[in-house]
C-alpha cells in the first residue's frame, strides 16, 4: 500500500503548489493564531485557488471556538478539518465535514476509548507530546507506541525528515505520514530541496517495505 503524505503549514503559494505538483496528497494550512505558520484566510484563499486538481487541503484549529471554524469554512475551500487540540468528538463532527483528530503521544494513552469516540473520524494524526506546543515542533516519539489494531486510519507526524522518514515508514506503517518543520528552511518557509527528497524518501521506504 503505498504511504500518503500531507505536508503542513505553507504561508505561500509557490511552495505550496510546488508541493502538490510533486505528487503530495494534501496540504495543511494552520488557522491557529499562536503558531508561526499561521495564514489569514486571504492567503488561505490564495493558496487553495492556485492548486492543481487532486490535492486536498486540510484546514488545523486548535480549540477554536465554533464561529471561528464556520468563518473559515465559509470562506476555504477546505477538504479535511484537524482539530489538534482538545475537541471532543462532537465538537468535530458538527461541521459536516470530514475530520481528522491530532493524539499528542503519551505511555498509557487509551487507544481503545480514542477509537470509540473519534469513531467517524477519517484518521488519528499521531504526533509527539510538547506541554507548550501544538505541533510543528520536531520533536519524535517513541513509534513502539503505536498500537496494532487500527480501526481508523493512522497518519504519522512528530520530527519526520528526510533522514528518518523510510525507517518510520518501515517501522510504524502508517496510513500516511505528515512533514512540517522537517522540510523547512526556517518556521513557514518551506525547502523545495527537502520538500523534494522528502517525497522520494517516502517513495523509497514504501518500495522498500513491499
Known amino acids: 500500500m503505498r504511504t500518503r503524505l500531507k505536508i503542513c503549514g505553507f504561508t505561500d503559494v509557490d511552495s505550496a503548489v510546488y508541493a502538490a505538483h510533486l505528487g503530495v496528497d494534501a496540504i495543511g494550512l494552520v488557522f491557529y493564531a499562536n503558531s ?89 494524526l499521531l504526533d509527539a507530546y510538547h506541554p507548550d506546543a501544538k505541533g510543528g515542533t520536531g520533536t519524535l516519539f517513541d513509534w513502539a507506541l503505536i498500537p496494532a489494531k487500527r480501526p481508523i486510519p493512522i497518519i504519522l507526524a512528530g520530527g519526520l525528515t528526510v533522514q528518518n522518514i523510510k525507517r518510520a515508514i518501515q517501522i510504524a506503517h502508517p496510513y500516511a505520514v505528515d512533514v512540517s518543520s522537517g522540510v523547512e528552511l526556517e518556521k513557514g518557509k518551506k525547502d523545495i530541496v527537502k520538500m523534494t527528497a522528502f517525497t522520494q524518501q517516502v517513495q523509497e521506504g514504501d518500495r522498500e517495505t513491499l
Open 36 to 124: 508561526s505558520r499561521h495564514v489569514s484566510i486571504e492567503k488561505a484563499i490564495e493558496i487553495t485557488q492556485a492548486l492543481p486538481p487532486f490535492t486536498s487541503v486540510v484546514g488545523l484549529f486548535v480549540n477554536a471556538n465554533e464561529n471561528e471554524i464556520r468563518n473559515v469554512i465559509a470562506q476555504v475551500p477546505l477538504d479535511y478539518l484537524q482539530f489538534h487540540g482538545d475537541e471532543p468528538a462532537a465538537d468535530c463532527r458538527i461541521y459536516g465535514k470530514r475530520y481528522i483528530k491530532a493524539v499528542s503521544m503519551k505511555a498509557g494513552l487509551d487507544f481503545d476509548a480514542l477509537n470509540a469516540e473519534y469513531h467517524d473520524a477519517k484518521g488519528l
